[in-house]
């Protein structure tokens, strides 16, 4: 089976503070992407990757960055937290071409205080 | 740019009625097209998908979607539904070419009383 793992599902950070999260999968795809989930507003794309040390914004980049050193981690970067991004965030991961689909992981709740 | 409206929020059915969940799209090409199912606290599970071929598309637990290009829509069926398809529901639409980035709707809400 497909895995996709988060490194946590539920974080509480300071105003301020860098955040990190961890996205590993094991099928070697060429595509991951970093989604946000609100209520109300669906799943927004951040970020996606479509190779190591390729990445393009996505619908509401601002206030993240992303990193891809290996083709089977992709981490999202807060470089200084604020409320505002207390969410829901998924990390999904693809093959590159047609017909393919999206896998996603369980999902990181951040909380930012 | 590409778009997905899914116009109910919330549905609320009997189990063992039928289900109908609605989605629209907005997209220059014939689009790939997904349902999602997202459990309280888990990520989303691909409940079907359609590339291309015949319009009429089966996927797990038993639920159907339909592809109507004279419509822009891709609705989710189940004939029957059971206390476990209590989730939340996404259409999800993605380019033919390119990167493979998904554009989701805002998601509805199913809630199976007994």
């Known amino acids: 089976d497909v895995k996709v793992t988060q490194s946590s599902r539920y974080l509480v950070k300071r105003t301020g503070e860098k955040v990190f999260l961890e996205c590993v999968q094991d099928?070697?795809?060429?595509?991951m992407f970093w989604y946000r989930q609100d209520p109300g507003l669906g799943l927004r794309l951040i970020y996606f990757s479509y190779d190591v040390k390729m990445k393009e914004k996505g619908d509401i980049p601002e206030g993240y960055s992303v990193s891809r050193e290996k083709k089977e981690r992709f981490s999202l970067i807060l470089e200084s937290a604020s409320t505002n991004q207390t969410s829901m965030y998924l990390c999904?991961?693809?093959?590159?071409?047609?017909?393919?689909?999206?896998?996603f992981g369980q999902g990181t709740r951040l909380t930012v205080v | 740019a590409q778009s997905v409206t899914q116009p109910d929020i919330h549905i609320t059915v009997s189990e063992g009625a039928s289900l109908e969940l609605r989605c629209n799209y907005s997209?220059?090409?014939?689009?790939?097209l997904f349902w999602y199912v997202q459990s309280p606290g888990q990520g989303l599970q691909l409940l079907l998908k359609?590339?291309?071929?015949?319009?009429l598309v089966q996927g797990i637990k038993g639920f159907e979607a339909e592809f109507k290009r004279s419509q822009s829509s891709f609705n989710l069926r189940k004939p029957s539904v059971h206390w476990s398809d209590a989730a939340e529901y996404f259409c999800?639409?993605?380019?033919?070419?390119?990167?493979?980035?998904?554009?989701f709707g805002t998601g509805t809400r199913l809630t199976i009383i007994p």
């Open positions: 359609y590339f291309s071929g015949d319009t």
């Open positions: 099928m070697d795809h060429e595509n």
């Open positions: 997209y220059g090409a014939t689009p790939y």
């Open positions: 999800a639409v993605g380019f033919h070419f390119g990167n493979e980035k998904l554009t």
């Open positions: 999904a991961s693809s093959f590159s071409g047609l017909n393919t689909e999206a896998f």
